[in-house]
């Protein structure tokens, strides 16, 4: 079972749409989950971080944590064209330098 | 959000020459950075992991002696290959992280090796 895991997609939404991208961890202990945004040809840029259980709500995006059921997700309200990327959801196992990447999610928003 | 710097942000060289990339971390001490690689379409592959005086930890199946990694101080981590190849040719990135343990990322350094 990989440590992080995410659909790979791609994930394609009209513009205008919610787009909701989900990630599962394996490690109950883990403690810090974080979203990053990567262009195509582009290094990852961090877009979210969420430390407790509930929603984190940033502009247009929602961080969303349930540690009981290991599962973080990120909803883009009024998904735009320039949201098109691939989406990394990393996670912290133990507040130290041990953060684990998954595989990512291509988003595509269609105009 | 912090900033690090990563230079150069493209090399093309010749086989067998060295390649010498540059992570800082401009406004934030990080005692950790990260050294990452990846091929078109594909996932983030970790490297190695530099300590601020000690030596690096290199992930299974990474030459420590093709990628010299030296972080000589909290702001400045650099990653030479050493005889490149052409089946070196890639995208590297690094990352620093802060003290709340969260990374960010150079620009990246696209590799190519004739």
């Known amino acids: 079972q990989k440590e992080v895991e995410q659909n790979s997609g791609p994930l394609s939404v009209p513009e205008g749409a919610i787009a909701s991208l989900n990630c599962t961890y394996s490690d109950r202990g883990s403690q810090s989950f974080f979203w990053y945004r990567q262009y195509s040809g582009k290094s990852p840029e961090l877009i979210m971080s969420?430390?407790?259980?509930g929603d984190k709500e940033d502009g247009r995006f929602t961080a969303q944590l349930n540690k009981a059921s290991q599962y973080v997700s990120l909803l883009i309200r009024d998904s735009q064209p320039s949201d098109s990327a691939t989406y990394l959801c990393a996670v912290n196992q133990g507040n130290n330098n041990d953060m684990r990447f998954g595989a990512g999610t291509r988003l595509t928003v269609k105009p | 959000g912090a900033v690090v710097s990563q230079h150069p942000s493209r090399v093309i060289c010749k086989s067998g020459t060295s390649v010498k990339i540059e992570c800082r971390s401009l406004d934030f001490q990080a005692t950790t950075m990260f050294w990452y690689r990846q091929f078109p379409k594909q996932s983030l592959m970790l490297m190695a992991t530099?300590?601020?005086?000690?030596?690096?930890?290199?992930e299974q199946g990474v030459e420590k002696d093709k990628f010299l990694i030296n972080h000589a101080s909290l702001t400045l981590s650099t990653l030479t290959v050493t005889s490149a190849h052409p089946e070196d040719s890639s995208f590297y990135i690094c990352?620093?992280?802060?003290?709340?343990?969260?990374?960010?990322f150079g620009a990246g350094t696209r590799l190519s090796v004739l």
């Open positions: 530099s300590n601020e005086g000690s030596k690096a930890t290199y």
């Open positions: 969420i430390y407790s259980n």
């Open positions: 990352s620093a992280m802060d003290r709340e343990y969260i990374q960010y």
